[in-house]
T-cell receptor, first 111, second 113 residues
Framework: AQSVTQPDIHITVSEGASLELRCNYS??????LFWYVQSPGQGLQLLLK??????LVQGIKGFEAEFKRSQSSFNLRKPSVHWSDAAEYFC?????????FGTGTRLQVFP | EAGVTQSPTHLIKTRGQQVTLRCSPI?????VYWYQQALGLGLQFLLW???????NRGNFPPRFSGRQFPNYSSELNVNALELEDSALYLC????????????FGSGTRLTVV
């Protein structure tokens, strides 16, 4: 079965610092990969997705992610974090007919 | 364009009761997915409906059920509520298939006391 691992449960960064959230997946074929963000008490918003082609994917809110097949990774990055980026971030892999989510990484941003 | 709408936003039920949650997908989306987000358990896949049919269900007991209507809206029913059913229930819609990514609603917060 497919699985997604987000090794960092909680990350704290200062506003203006760069950010990288890690995601590793287990999937036999070329995966469909996604990053979602969830603000407290809200649903999930799609940040970006990878299906094929260019391994560097640009998303909304200044986020990008890089697919590395050799490392089975799809890490999310942002060059300069804003206080409004504080939220929980979920990586997901598409498995035929549903998304399998990682357990999430909670991002805290200090001024 | 209206997003995915869920109702109610919050509700409190007593153990043993039954509850119905509702979801309206984005116009044009035929697939509706239900997920449970319980504290400490992450997002767990519950059900997938497409074109009025249940296409797949996650590892949940039969007291979790649902349906999809001809207008593609959906209901999730939970019978014989247990305390551990307390969670945020998220509905998402997409064009048929996961390839397009989901659009999520804001969820229904269910508390079972």
């Amino acid at each position: 079965a497919q699985s997604v691992t987000q090794p960092d449960i909680h990350i704290t960064v200062s506003e203006g610092a760069s950010l990288e959230l890690r995601c590793n997946y287990s999937y036999g074929a070329t995966p469909y990969l996604f990053w979602y963000v969830q603000s407290p008490g809200q649903g999930l918003q799609l940040l970006l997705k990878y299906f094929s082609g260019d391994t560097l994917v640009q998303g909304i809110k200044g986020f990008e992610a890089e697919f590395k097949r050799s490392q089975s990774s799809f890490n999310l990055r942002k060059p300069s974090v804003h206080w409004s980026d504080a939220a929980e971030y979920f990586c997901a892999v598409g498995e035929a007919d549903k998304l399998i989510f990682g357990t999430g990484t909670r991002l805290q941003v200090f001024p | 364009e209206a997003g995915v709408t869920q109702s109610p936003t919050h509700l409190i039920k007593t153990r043993g009761q039954q509850v119905t949650l509702r979801c309206s997908p984005i116009s044009g989306h035929t697939s509706v997915y239900w997920y449970q987000q319980a504290l400490g358990l992450g997002l767990q896949f519950l059900l997938w409906y497409d074109e009025g049919e249940e296409r797949n269900r996650g590892n949940f007991p039969p007291r979790f059920s649902g349906r999809q209507f001809p207008n593609y809206s959906s209901e999730l029913n939970v019978n014989a509520l247990e305390l551990e059913d307390s969670a945020l229930y998220l509905c998402a819609s997409s064009l048929s298939g996961v390839n397009y990514g989901y659009t999520f609603g804001s969820g229904t917060r269910l508390t079972v006391v």
